[in-house]
């Protein structure tokens, strides 16, 4: 069954220090939501504490189908979540199929076995990720573009409804930009995946989400539909300069153009 989460009220502190206040999220089965706002406004920890890794002070986390989040095993949760992190360790002289079998671990048992599925998703996962021809090789080895498909090829493998990505796009070529950008959309409209994605760009947010959640200082200042939500009220507001928001002629594409000092030198004259 598809399925999505929310978290409501959710009070997210580190050492006793408030950074996230009051904070609903909803992630819908078949759709993509983007958090979006300034550095610290608490976008990773937000989506943290969706993945159970940070536990919250106060509020709660369930799925659609009411389970609890935080009272399931950790097994059964890492079938249901699966979360692409900023960033992490780099195992060494472990080949990349190795790594994007790690994904399969839900599924195995005691001794590694019963997972019959999880070759072919392994190999899936690798091809749709554009790492499949890299699968021999030592994941240490590879450039920041190739390991972040890498981890996206476990999470992709770990096969679950909700699928968390904080900053997918980071040290990726803009080709994989797009790319990982079409996949997570295509997650949500072909298979009913709950997207929940952490993205910088807001018109990379506003060309794949369904919904925009827009945190300020800890708390979620607008949460709707792209145009509901990217106005250029909120977003000046939001990050504390001058933000045009218009219409590319060429896509239809709702964008969005910070102004900074030196912005007029770069219009193009009427
Ligand atoms: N491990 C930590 N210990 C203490 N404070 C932290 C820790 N991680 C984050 N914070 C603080 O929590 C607040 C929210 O951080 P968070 O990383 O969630 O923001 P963000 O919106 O994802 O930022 P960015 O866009 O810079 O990645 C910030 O003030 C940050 O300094």
């Known amino acids: 069954m598809p399925e999505g989460m929310r978290g409501d009220g959710l009070r997210l502190s580190y050492h006793g220090v408030t950074v996230v206040e009051g904070a609903a999220i909803a992630l819908a089965a078949g759709e ?13 920890t937000l989506l943290r504490c969706l ?10 986390v369930d799925f659609t189908d009411g389970t609890g989040a935080l009272a399931l095993s950790a097994k059964e949760f890492a079938k249901r979540v699966t979360l692409l992190a900023q960033s992490r360790p780099t195992p060494s002289g472990v080949r990349v199929r190795d790594v994007v079998g790690y994904g ?7 001794w590694r ?22 699968a021999e090789r030592p994941v240490d080895e590879l450039s920041g573009g190739e390991r972040q498909r890498v981890w996206l090829a476990t999470c992709l493998a770990q096969e679950t409804g909700i699928l968390l990505l ?5 040290h990726l070529d803009l080709r994989y930009q797009v790319e990982i ?3 997570a959309r295509d997650l949500a409209d072909d298979h009913d995946v709950a997207v929940g994605v ?5 018109n990379q947010a506003a060309a794949i989400a369904d919904r925009v ?58």
Request: with cysteine; proline share 7%; charged share 25%.
């Open 32 to 44: 993509v939501t983007a958090l979006v706002g300034p550095n610290g406004s608490g976008k990773s």
């Open 51 to 60: 993945a159970r890794l940070h536990r919250p002070d106060a509020g709660s």
């Open 104 to 110: 399969r671990h839900p599924y195995r048992g005691r």
């Open 113 to 134: 076995d019963g997972d019959v599925n999880g070759p072919a998703k392994v190999e899936w996962a690798m091809e749709v990720c554009g790492v499949a021809a890299m």
């Open 166 to 170: 904080d900053e997918p796009t980071n």
């Open 181 to 183: 950008l079409d996949l």
């Open 198 to 202: 952490v993205l910088h760009d807001l």
């Open 213 to 270: 959640v827009l945190l300020r200082d800890g708390r979620v200042m607008a949460d709707g539909e792209p145009r509901e939500v990217l106005t250029s009220e909120h977003l000046s507001a939001a990050y504390g300069i001058e933000v045009l928001v218009g219409t590319d002629a060429n896509t239809g594409q709702l964008t969005t153009c910070p102004v900074g000092k030196h912005s007029s030198r770069r219009r193009v004259p009427a």
